[in-house]
Structures are given as C-alpha cells and as structure tokens.
C-alpha cells in the first residue's frame, strides 16, 4: 500500500465489479449486487476508480449535463485507505471535469463535515424524493438524511411564498 501503487483511473474499462461492490458494501453505501453497481458506474456521466495495484480501494461517480449541473454520488474508500488524502483525489477528479457547473454532492449525514471542508455548502433548498416504504425508509430517516416532514428553517416562517400557493392560501 505505498502511494507509488495507487493510481486513479476515470473510466470503466476493466474494473472489478465484485471488488467495487465490497467498498460499496463496507462504506455502507450499498447492498446491491455487483451487476447494479455495473449498471450505475457504466450509465454515469464520470466515474473515478482509485486502484493499489489491481485492487479496487476506492470509487465515486457523478451525473452531469456537462453543462451546468452534476451531481456526486457512491463516494467510498476502504477505511484502511483514509484520512491520506485519497477521497479527495476522488472528488478533485470528479470536480475537475465539472468545471464551471453546479454541483450537487449526496452524501451520509456523518461525512457533511469532511465535505466542507472540501468547499461543498449545505443547501437549503434541495428536496429529495425516494420511491421507497418500510425498513429502508426508516433507516433513511433514522441516520439523518430527511429534515422532519414540514420542516421550515427559522427565517421562512414569515416569508409569505413559505406558506404554500396563493390559490390554496385563506386570504
């Protein structure tokens, strides 16, 4: 594991997607099969694959119109690979080909920190939808990734378009 042996690649040609899967798994991103993770990385718009020798040890991809906006999703890194700066090549790789768009970054409720300090903000206005019930609904919810439903932060109380539609308003 010297820095000599690890090198970055950005496309798919020839990655393991069982050794994909198993950071996938092991960061507690995914349960999914390999065959999924596959389909993920390959429809992806950009994709970064950190290898040790032929090792997969970490993975991220983003969607993009390569014009204005992308979003950063499955960033993983084994756990004996962090806090040496590879997550951030990672993302550095990722960024550098999104240059001059607006990006969006979906990421576990405990990493907020680590990505600020990469310059991702936390946004206000982002809204999510998951097409999903029961235990991974909960899950979802229990971790932090859902504000409370009907949430509102403090300064949009009094904002009269906080309020819903004028048409359903009582005025």
């Given amino acids: 594991m010297s820095k000599e042996t690890i090198h970055l690649k950005?496309?798919?040609?020839?990655?393991d997607w069982e050794q994909v899967t198993e950071v996938l798994q092991k960061s507690g991103l995914s349960d999914a099969p390999a065959e999924v993770h596959k389909k993920a990385f390959t429809n992806s718009g950009l994709v970064a694959f950190l290898l040790d020798n032929d090792r997969v040890i970490g993975v991220a991809r983003a969607l993009t119109d390569h014009v204005s906006q992308g979003a950063i999703y499955?960033?993983?890194?084994r756990d004996e690979y962090q806090?040496?700066?590879f997550g951030r090549k990672l993302i550095d790789s990722l960024l550098e080909r999104m240059q001059g768009q607006n990006v969006i970054l979906?990421?576990?409720?405990?990493?907020?920190?680590?990505?600020?300090?990469?310059?991702?903000?936390?946004?206000?206005?982002?809204?999510?939808?998951?097409?999903?019930?029961?235990?991974?609904?909960?899950?979802?919810?229990?971790?932090g990734f859902f504000l409370p439903e009907g949430f509102r932060f403090a300064?949009?109380?009094?904002?009269?378009?906080m309020k819903g539609p004028r048409w359903k308003r009582n005025e």
């Fill in 10 to 15: 950005t496309d798919s040609d020839g990655i």
């Fill in 74 to 77: 499955n960033v993983a890194l």
């Fill in 83 to 85: 806090g040496r700066g």
């Fill in 106 to 143: 979906y990421t576990h409720p405990q990493t907020v920190l680590m990505y600020e300090k990469f310059g991702f903000r936390r946004a206000k206005s982002a809204m999510e939808f998951f097409p999903i019930e029961g235990e991974h609904k909960a899950w979802l919810e229990s971790e």
């Fill in 155 to 161: 300064d949009e109380y009094k904002r009269e378009d």
